[in-house]
């Protein structure tokens, strides 16, 4: 009867160890994105680690266990979205772009502040970039025109001031775009032109001049709300251009 037990506690012995000795299933994403991913909700919440129930910290699988962090059949991180969490620190892309894979980040109606730092050109595969509703400060970057597979882009209901970058007109993938109610400045480039656009709306801002024709058929309400502007969709015509004035011919 003993030796018998014995056996069995061999076999057992033998069996674990082989277990032991296979390939264990990894996590989903690697430890490198969790730490990117926490240093960047680092500088996003006051009081940092977030809530315990969001599931966020070193130790378990983004992809199965955090909050707002979804997944593609590969185990990547494309998705990162928190909107309405009450998240009131500033924007930190530097470690967030290290996600290659990342492609929608939607940070809507929170409370970040600071600027829209220009780093944010290196989260290069970003679709949809969403920042709409915060208290977001400071120029809109340029280098956001050159993330070539953006297609939505919402910087709405912020503090933005300055031009439209006119970069912006290359962003040929870009479907959506929404700046209303921020302080942005200047006219709208003439190169604006983007050929996937489908809604446009810098409503209620400080805009001035001729809206680019290429806007015509674009609603009025996306343009209203900026004093300076004039011309189609508007129901506000442009002030003629002035004469030239005659050349002087010699001996006159």
Sequence with gaps: MAQ??????????SLLLLFLTLPQPSTSESYATRISLLQFMESLSETFPPHSN???NDTSDPC?????????????????????????????FKPLCRIQSL????LTNNGISGPIPSEVANCTSLTHLMLGG?????????????LTNL?????????LVGPIPSGFGTMSN??????????????????????????FNVSRNQLAGTIPRGFYNFPASGFEGNRGLCGEPLPIACPPSPAAAPAIRDGW
């Design 54 to 56: 969001w599931g966020w």
């Design 174 to 199: 870009v479907t959506a775009f929404f700046a209303q109610n921020n302080q942005i400045s200047g006219k709208i480039p003439g190169e604006m032109s983007f050929t996937s656009l489908r809604e």
């Design 151 to 159: 297609e939505w882009v919402d910087v709405s209901d912020n503090r």
């Design 64 to 92: 199965r266990d955090w909050a707002g962090v979804l997944c593609d059949s590969d185990g990547r991180v494309v998705v990162v979205g928190l909107p309405k969490l009450d998240l009131a620190g500033t924007l930190d």
């Design 103 to 106: 492609r929608r980040l939607d």
């Design 4 to 13: 018998k037990i014995h056996k069995s506690a061999l076999l057992i012995s």
């Design 134 to 146: 915060n208290w977001l400060q400071g120029l809109l970057p340029g280098s956001i025109s050159s």
